[in-house]
């Protein structure tokens, strides 16, 4: 049956501001749905509260409401546009909740909107563990002893009665928030509490503890006839008791028997056409014994979830656009295989080929935070890594973390304390699997591994392979290392800078042994069939082997987008946003473009957005090799955020033409030291500095530029260890610790502007002329870093003459550095003075925030003037913004129960919302502003 003709206008609700356990992956989601319903001519109507996204872009919805995810605010669009059906399924689980919560209100049938992809009863049974448990009770289906409490006396009841340890879970809760294992009777009361109050029903689920099972997930797909398909099978590698968005996973499924498989499979088909009217992409979590095979079923997600996208780019398979489809009454046989074109939707993808997911953990910006890994996601992001074999595709997933690791190890970085690396296996943490080999180097037996880690033996022998590799390869030298295993070595994921390690010699020359032997790297197409069908999709993965699959047969220009690699706090989603456009932009100027990034949750990862995707590494290795073989007109890496901003110096180096802004400028910006040259030089103030390579020299220097200094290392992202510091002893000690963190860096000592006002500005530039698109105030005072602070556009408390020299001084800047393309400018402004702090000739985090405010395509038209099509005289601004837009940072403390949460020079915002107000009457501003006045005069 085809498209329901009753449906002409949908509402999608979209998941809001970043926060650990929900993050862009659902903008990839929502941003599918949208474009697959208007395809269809189905009229496209969008809620968001977060302007970092493409999902809040006009390229993507037809309307778009950038207002906070609450009733009230879904009752204002349902009395201004003619809705036929909400799909509540794309926004996680700030989606499902604000659906259900309008359910209750009563506004979906006064207004009488269709709930289309799940029903509440559906939503219902699966978010409410009583109902779930029950449920699976009646189809006999097995689940974990378990009894559920709304109250803190209940609790107590069932934990006498199941024994302990026990494992809490809430009731309606994100990424595991709430939860927890409870080993022994006297931690029992806090984390009943603390679970009772994470839940927004007030209930939690006490249930036997199976710490140490196998977990998988089946990611599958319903229609309203109820065809049924499994997309891709998910495994953890690690067991039981971390929680799934903190835990390394694989697919296929590695070590799942064909029988347990197909038991799986009829369980989750049984739930599936329990859901009633369903149809989309459904998440379903296993628990398997390893001692018996036993099977139990965890949990079900009845919408996208967040291993969906994950999914979605390990299979070539587009769940949220084929569940948007079938929301609106396609059948799955109806639909095609957008991979292949000519096959249906209705088949389950078949890979040749291994994907291996590793999270992105920000525990430096928690100071007090536990890093130990549980029920509780804890990840900020994460990255993926394809290849051939288990272990060249968890390599290449390391080496995309941007964690200063070059691989599994093989980089000078392996733990070699025993007791500290037997803690860490014991104790999860996010380096847990570098030790596991850590380990393994020092002689601890693979059985004690696992009996410590409950990681399966197939994943310890395949790690183990690498730690027999490398002590082969170590006999030899790079002169007589033979062909032979110096391919195995680059089969098994070893980057040229590994080999180098263990060979004792340079990169460079492992790069020149390798490609005197023949040792080259080809690429592959992900096809989602295992070379079945023919693949139509130019989406690779690199690896060595022996056909290569991607062939560069057009006459057209290239273009390379560098993407920003794993989300991390200091550079989320809002560089995906700037590649996105970026790409877009180079499409729409004739270009041919070529996207590189190993982030799963994007849109730029999306295989229908560049020309050629490449999900590779941002690794300078593999960048390179794709040069070599695409052999662009150049290179953009002002949109990639530092990720792609710190390869500048090594392209430049090579000869490969950098689009925009030259090396050379973003140098300038990224050296202190030829930055403060050039303000001298025009004359611009700045706070005075020193820049130390010892604690004794940032004394000398705080003596000269006076108390309190800030103090911080070169080249940081997302004010890394940033500190201001009052006194010498306070000094010293976050000197040494910058300096052993990373020796022979450099550090910046700044007089700190205390009681200054913090302003920005976003402008591009083309070489000749500059247009400002934004200036922004601070509320917070000066020393809070600008990713935390409240920021006003356009400035609400600036004197005329400040803000006509702010926009003097970028001219000026933007000019003198000759920029082409982004730049953007902090100002501290003391005693009615200007002070220039910072420029950054790139995309910043404020740029989308902008461009949704004043509702013009920014980012599109900076590209366009990098690339030297297009100069600003070009274009046409005009904002439309009315009164004030505020960019509102959201934080993510309530995972880190015992960090310090007061903010301060170093980031530690996971995302932001945008607020608009009509005038400085507003009470959400003045309550803001009064904190900053009692600051200030404190």
């Known amino acids: 049956m085809p498209l329901d003709p009753s449906i002409k206008s949908v509402l999608i609700i979209g998941s809001g501001p970043i926060i650990i356990g929900q ?55 349902l009395k201004e546009r003619d809705i036929d059906a909400v799909l509540p399924t794309m926004g996680g689980q700030t989606a499902l909740n604000l659906a259900m919560n309008c359910q209750k209100a009563g506004i979906w049938e006064k207004y009488k909107v269709k709930i289309i992809g799940s029903d509440i ?25 378990a009894e559920t409490a709304n109250s803190f006396l ?7 009665r199941i024994g302990f340890p026990l ?75 971390i929680h799934t968005g903190d835990s390394i996973t694989v697919a296929p499924a590695m070590t799942l028997p064909d029988t347990t498989y197909q038991q799986m499979r009829d369980f989750g088909f049984e739930v599936l056409d329990g859901l009633g009217e369903f149809a989309g992409g459904c998440n379903i979590q296993f628990s ?30 587009p769940i949220a656009r084929i569940a948007a489809k079938l929301a609106v009454g396609y059948r799955l046989d109806e639909l095609n295989n957008q991979i292949t074109k000519d096959t249906s939707a209705f088949f389950e993808p078949s890979l040749d080929y291994v994907i291996v997911k590793i999270p992105r953990w920000n525990f430096n910006k928690f100071i007090g935070s536990d890093p130990r890994l549980g029920l509780q996601m804890k990840s900020v992001g994460e990255v993926m890594g394809i290849g051939r074999s288990f272990n060249e595709a968890i390599q290449k997933a390391a080496q995309s973390l941007e964690i200063k690791r070059n691989g599994l190890g093989a980089d000078g970085k392996e733990m070699r304390d025993l007791e500290a690396i037997m803690t860490s296996l014991k104790e999860p943490s996010g380096d847990r699997i570098f030790h596991v080999k850590d380990a393994m180097h020092l002689g601890v037996p693979l059985n004690r591994i696992h009996d410590t880690t409950k990681i399966d033996p197939w994943f310890l022998r395949e790690i183990e392979y690498l730690v027999i590799l490398e002590k082969e390869m170590a006999r030899y030298t790079i002169q007589d290392v033979p062909a032979e295993l110096l391919e195995e070595a680059k089969k098994n994921g070893y980057a040229d800078r590994q080999i180098a390690h263990i060979l004792n010699c340079l990169e460079s020359e492992v790069y020149k042994r390798r490609k005197s032997l023949g040792v080259n790297r080809v690429y592959k197409l992900v096809d989602t069939c295992a070379a079945e069908f023919e693949a139509k999709t130019p989406y690779y993965y690199s690896s060595f082997d022996e056909e290569n699959e991607s062939i560069s047969g057009t006459d057209k220009k290239k273009v390379v987008v560098f993407g920003s690699g794993p989300n991390r706090i200091g550079q989320g989603i809002e560089f995906d946003y700037c590649c996105v456009h970026g790409v877009l932009a180079a499409k729409e100027e004739g270009f041919e473009t070529i996207m590189i990034n190993c982030n799963p949750e994007t849109v730029s990862t999306d295989f229908n957005v560049a020309d050629k995707l490449y999900f590779e590494p941002v690794f300078w290795e593999h960048i390179y090799d794709i040069i070599e073989h695409e052999k662009p007109e150049g290179v953009i890496v002002q949109l990639g955020g530092q990720t792609a901003l710190k390869l500048a110096e090594k392209l430049n180096r090579y000869g490969i033409p950098i689009l925009g802004s030259s090396y050379d400028s973003l140098d300038m910006a990224e050296d202190r030291g030829r930055f403060s040259e050039l303000l001298k030089q025009l004359e611009i103030p700045y706070p005075d500095f020193g820049v130390a390579e010892s604690a004794e020299e940032a004394i000398e220097i705080a003596k000269k530029v006076g108390y309190p200094v800030l103090v911080r290392p070169s080249y940081v992202l997302g004010g890394q260890n940033m500190r201001i510091v009052i006194n010498d002893e306070e000094l010293t000690r976050h000197v040494i610790k910058i300096l052993n963190e990373v020796p022979g860096n450099k550090v910046l000592v700044d007089h700190f502007l205390d009681g200054g006002i913090e302003a920005e500005v976003d402008a591009i530039a083309d070489g000749e002329d500059v247009h400002i698109i934004g200036m922004m105030e601070h509320i917070e005072p000066a020393g809070i870093h600008s990713g935390d602070s409240m920021a006003v556009l356009p400035p609400f408390s600036l004197a005329k003459e400040t803000l006509e020299e702010m926009e003097r001084i970028t001219r000026q800047l933007a000019l003198a550095m000759e920029v082409k393309g982004l730049i953007n400018i902090q100002f501290a402004i003391k005693d009615g003075k200007v002070f220039v702090i910072e420029a950054n000739p790139r995309a910043s985090r404020t740029v989308p925030f902008i461009a949704k405010a004043n509702q013009i395509p920014y980012v599109n038209y900076a590209t366009k003037v990098m690339l030297g099509t297009h100069k600003l005289k070009d274009f046409t601004f005009k904002p439309k913004l009315k009164g004030y837009a505020i960019k509102v940072p959201v934080f993510s403390f309530n995972k880190f129960p015992n960090v310090d949460k007061n903010l301060g020079p170093e980031m530690k915002s996971t995302g932001e919302k945008i607020y608009f107000i009509k005038d400085l009457k507003d009470p959400f501003f003045v309550k803001a502003y009064n904190e900053r006045n009692m600051y200030l005069t404190r």
């Open 23 to 77: 993050a862009c992956e659902f903008d990839y989601s929502g941003s599918q749905a949208a474009l697959a319903l208007k395809e269809e001519g189905i009229k496209v109507t969008l809620i968001n509260s977060n302007p970092a996204t493409i999902m809040t872009d006009p390229v993507t919805a037809d309307d778009i409401y950038l207002l906070p995810l609450t009733v009230e605010s879904i009752e204002q669009i």
């Open 121 to 145: 009863s559906a939503i219902d049974k699966a978010e409410d563990r009583e109902q779930f448990r029950i449920w699976m009770k009646d189809i006999d289906i097995p689940v974990a002893q």
């Open 154 to 160: 209940k609790g107590k009841e069932i934990a006498q």
């Open 167 to 241: 494992v809490i879970r809430p009731s309606y809760t994100l990424g595991g928030t709430g939860g927890a294992f409870v080993h022994e009777e006297k931690e029992f009361d806090e984390l009943l509490t603390r679970g009772l109050q994470a839940s927004p029903i007030h209930e939690v689920l006490v249930e036997q503890s199976i710490f140490g099972w196998k977990e998988y997930e089946l990611e599958v797909m319903r229609d309203i006839d109820g065809n049924k398909i499994v997309i891709c099978t998910i495994e953890n590698v690690d067991p039981m008791g």
């Open 288 to 317: 398997v014994n390893p001692e018996n095979g036993d099977i139990i079923i965890i949990e079900i997600n009845p919408r996208v979830s967040r291993s969906s996208a994950l999914a979605s780019k390990a299979t070539g398979y």
